[in-house]
């Protein structure tokens, strides 16, 4: 009962007015129907006979030249394919034993005789790094590994006669690295020196096949503003007297 309160506030217990009706713009429920689906019973023929038409259609018109866009990454897949058989190939012959056997009766040096130099001048040449190395015992081989062109990449393999020099060079060097002038230029970074680890070193695999010990930018300057490179900063085992895998 709402007689008791005041006529503004009866006003709002009123019932609205009915909705009006607005007839429906789409179809009746009961005549609906989706579109009726023909047959291609009729068009196979033609359907046939195109295909079969479809080479010469083709080499009557030409497909229009790729984008470079198009060009450019068809030819990014194809170096991404290509690197990755080569990526393949490589950890194959790492891994396979008879290989590296073949290899080292073939052309090989004997490992522990064996002194690996990284981060070299690219102008540094055999005879330079011979007349700094040849203090440690009589050299049989000097090799600075280089590309296509001719030009070194930065890193070389020196053999000695005895597996004792190559032993004492790598004791005195790898934990400070070595600067070696080229020409007239002032040395700005350490040659690191190591021992051959890729024969010695059980499981080992070098950077290029995701292992190696680089990428910790043990590069940058420290504290004091050095940024010599040693087998000691890189995080290798640098105690080779007391490497039993190693002969001194």
């Not at 004091?224 to 895998?245: C, D, E, K, L, V």
Request: a positive charge.
């Amino acid at each position: 009962d709402n007689t008791k309160y005041p006529p503004n506030i009866q006003k709002l217990f009123a019932p609205r007015p009915p909705l009006p009706y607005i007839e429906s713009t789409d179809y009746a429920s009961e005549t609906r129907r989706t579109s009726t689906v023909t047959p291609i019973s009729s068009v196979k023929d033609s359907i046939k006979a195109y295909l079969q038409q479809l080479p010469q259609i083709e080499q009557e018109h030409p497909q229009p030249a790729p984008s470079e866009q198009q060009t450019k990454l068809k030819l990014s897949q194809e170096r991404k394919k290509q690197l990755q058989q080569s990526f393949a190939r490589q950890v194959r012959e790492w891994n396979d034993p008879e290989l590296l056997q073949k290899n080292e009766k073939e052309f090989m040096k004997d490992p522990y005789r064996t002194v690996f130099l990284s981060r070299l001048d690219y102008q540094l040449t055999e005879l330079e790094l011979s007349k700094h190395f040849s203090k440690y015992g009589v050299i049989e081989s000097v090799r600075v590994i280089r590309d296509r062109d001719g030009k070194s990449r930065g890193y070389a393999f020196l053999v000695y006669e005895k597996d004792h020099d190559a032993a004492a060079c790598v004791n005195e060097l790898a934990r400070t690295g070595l600067k070696l002038p080229v020409g007239d230029k002032t040395p700005t970074r350490s040659i690191l020196v190591d021992i051959e680890r890729g024969r010695i070193i059980r499981s080992w695999k070098p950077r290029r096949l995701g292992g190696g010990l680089g990428g910790r930018h043990y590069t940058k300057p420290d504290a004091r503003g050095s940024n010599t490179a040693s087998a000691a900063a890189s995080g290798r085992r640098i105690h080779i007297a007391n490497n039993p895998q190693f002969p001194t």
